[in-house]
């Protein structure tokens, strides 16, 4: 089942994000850089605001949440994290098709997001194409993103 998150969510989206990035993002990422990464699923007010200030859809089975991605007004694609035992097996691709049909319900014409090296597959095979890479620096810690974009019909 696909839900739009609450405030109520925001510890469990949290352990969430933090273990993700913490199993997996060795495999791309150096330690410096999947500890600033996963850290910041840790300050409160922040993620508070990552979640809450868009419109962010969970993925949730019986009783727990598989996962999270969030789209902004503008567009922006915020977040797609896929609890660290559910990858690969179709939790981001529901959530990302979630998105896309509520980009279409609001007439947004352009989609746009910085895509991880592990969440690059999943924004490629949802169509959005690779159009430029960014290195950005979180306290210290540089990180190379992938800038991906659709267009909507």
Not at 33 to 38: E, F, G, S
């Amino acid at each position: 089942m696909i839900r739009r998150a609450t405030a109520s969510d925001l510890p469990e989206l949290s352990e969430l994000c933090y273990q993700t990035v913490s199993i997996h993002a060795p495999q791309y990422y150096t330690p410096a850089q999947t500890k600033m990464w996963a850290s910041f699923a840790l300050d409160t007010d922040h993620f508070r605001h990552f979640i809450l200030d868009v419109t962010t859809f969970v993925a949730v089975d019986d009783s727990e949440i598989l996962g999270f991605a969030g789209i902004g007004e503008e567009g922006h694609i915020t977040s797609a994290y896929v609890r660290q035992d559910c990858i690969r097996q179709g939790v981001g691709s529901r959530l990302m098709l979630s998105v896309l049909d509520y980009a279409q319900k609001q007439d947004m014409q352009r989609l746009y997001a910085e895509a991880s090296e592990f969440s690059l597959g999943l924004f490629q095979k949802l169509g959005f194409r690779l159009y430029d890479t960014e290195v950005v620096d979180r306290q210290g810690v540089a990180f190379e993103r992938y800038l991906v974009e659709r267009y909507l019909d």
